[in-house]
């Protein structure tokens, strides 16, 4: 009985710590077999699903998106992408937002964790602002969190899903509005395009 009060209890209380994780996703674009839905972290910050499948196997697709040394060459305004560091499981990623005049350019650093089983990889990524000193030009993204799904629907086809969400200070709501929408259709139609 006590074990079971306390897990209620921590259930209520992740719930109310973290009520995204009860919120819906609402689908905001569905175009060219790319969907995108959106639901609220909090009351500044957004978050957004992209979902679609992609003509190839699911190994061609995880080494293309973990090739982060070329992921500028085709994520939503990326000005720059580096590994700092890798293993089979964990990598350390830099990568470098460009915004529009008059705003600066944003940096983030990210750990990148990868699950995989015969079917399915999973590669976590969450920043980490600490890895190295900021820069002087740049603004830090310190909170940020990025998912890729990947399913294997047979050896020609893959359902690909990237969830994510950051904290960037400093930028008007209208903009990251349309931040929130351009990236993910964006980023999904080159990573397709690639195939």
């Not at 040394?69 to 890798?86: F, G, H, T």
């Not at 293993?87 to 983030?108: A, G, H």
């Not at 820069?135 to 990947?150: A, V």
């Amino acid at each position: 009985m006590i074990l079971n009060l306390t897990t209620l209890f921590f259930t209520i209380a992740y719930i109310n710590l973290f009520p995204s994780i009860n919120q819906s996703w609402e689908l905001k674009k569905d175009q060219d077999s790319i969907k995108v839905y959106i639901r609220d972290v909090d009351e500044n910050t957004k978050e957004y699903l992209a979902e679609t499948i992609i003509n190839s196997d699911i190994d061609n697709i995880f080494k293309t998106i973990t090739d982060f040394d070329n992921s500028y060459r085709w994520m939503y305004k990326l000005n720059s992408s580096k590994i700092l560091e890798k293993s089979d499981t964990l990598m350390y990623v830099y990568f470098v937002v460009d915004m529009n005049w008059p705003l600066k350019n944003r940096d983030l650093i990210s750990d990148a964790v990868i699950t995989q089983n015969e079917n399915k990889i999973r590669i976590v990524m969450n920043s980490y602002p600490d890895y190295m000193p900021e820069k002087e030009k740049l603004i830090r993204i310190k909170q940020s969190r990025s998912i890729w799904n990947l399913e294997k629907i047979d050896d020609e086809y893959t359902k690909v899903a990237l969830q994510s969400y950051a904290v960037v200070e400093g930028i008007p709501t209208f903009i990251m509005d349309l931040f929130i929408l351009d990236s993910p259709m964006y980023s999904m139609t080159q990573l397709r395009n690639k195939f």
